[in-house]
């Protein structure tokens, strides 16, 4: 009896855990936001990450995040003359249900030029709407490169916990994106 008691809870917590993952919602493609956010660039190039010593150290102290090649990609965009239209970065960053993919385009000044959340669990989908459909992350256009994002601008009035909790989330992205920037662009 013990034994089939021990099997019943074991199964029952291994479906719980398995009913709350959750799978991700691709809010736009990553490619169609990098065409969208750099008009002018004829060409784009992956920028490879050589985040190691005092670099990463300092995205490090100023993010509390250390950067990966798994959840971190930096595109550059160029026009047709070979001048630097501007920069992209993907990053996946940790929720309390599951990753949410979050993009961050820069102009050659550094200055925020866009914003998109660009994939994020079924589950918190319902939380993340208010940010995206209320305008929102257009509060972080202009967004200057040492400036420091604002989540409360995320959050349409009377917004709840949640889209509040996700507005961090998102402001706290676009931090460490604008860390990167400042690497990538004083990188060779």
Not at 72 to 75: E, L
Not at 136 to 159: I, K
């Given at each position: 009896?013990?034994?089939?008691?021990?099997?019943?809870?074991?199964?029952?917590?291994?479906?719980?855990?398995?009913?709350?993952?959750?799978?991700?919602?691709?809010?736009?493609?990553?490619?169609?936001?990098?065409?969208?956010?750099?008009?002018?660039?004829a060409?784009?190039?992956?920028?490879?990450?050589?985040?190691?010593?005092?670099?990463?150290?300092?995205?490090?102290?100023?993010?509390?995040?250390?950067?990966?090649?798994?959840d971190?990609?930096?595109?550059v965009?160029?026009?047709?003359?070979?001048?630097?239209?501007?920069s992209?970065?993907?990053?996946?960053?940790?929720?309390?249900?599951?990753?949410?993919?979050?993009?961050?385009?820069?102009?050659?000044?550094?200055?925020?030029?866009?914003?998109?959340?660009?994939?994020?669990?079924?589950?918190?989908?319902?939380?993340?709407?208010?940010?995206?459909?209320?305008g929102?992350?257009?509060?972080?256009?202009?967004?200057?490169?040492?400036?420091?994002?604002?989540?409360?601008?995320?959050?349409?009035?009377?917004?709840g916990?949640?889209?509040?909790?996700?507005?961090?989330?998102?402001?706290?992205?676009?931090?460490?994106a604008?860390?990167?920037?400042?690497?990538?662009?004083?990188?060779?």
């Open positions: 009896m013990r034994r089939q008691s021990a099997a019943a809870a074991a199964f029952l917590c291994a479906a719980a855990a398995l009913a709350h993952v959750t799978p991700n919602v691709t809010l736009i493609r990553k490619g169609d936001f990098l065409k969208q956010a750099l008009p002018g660039a060409k784009y190039f992956e920028k490879q990450l050589m985040i190691s010593g005092p670099d990463g150290a300092a995205i490090h102290q100023a993010t509390g995040w250390t950067p990966t090649e798994e971190t990609k930096v595109y965009g160029r026009d047709a003359q070979g001048r630097l239209v501007g992209v970065i993907f990053l996946w960053l940790p929720s309390q249900h599951g990753p949410v993919g979050l993009a961050v385009a820069f102009d050659p000044g550094r200055t925020v030029r866009q914003v998109a959340i660009t994939d994020v669990g079924t589950e918190p989908l319902v939380w993340v709407r208010p940010i995206v459909d209320g929102g992350l257009s509060a972080l256009e202009g967004l200057a490169q040492n400036a420091a994002p604002n989540a409360e601008r995320l959050t349409p009035p009377g917004a916990g949640m889209t509040r909790y996700y507005a961090k989330i998102v402001a706290d992205g676009v931090v460490r604008q860390r990167i920037e400042a690497l990538v662009q004083d990188s060779p």
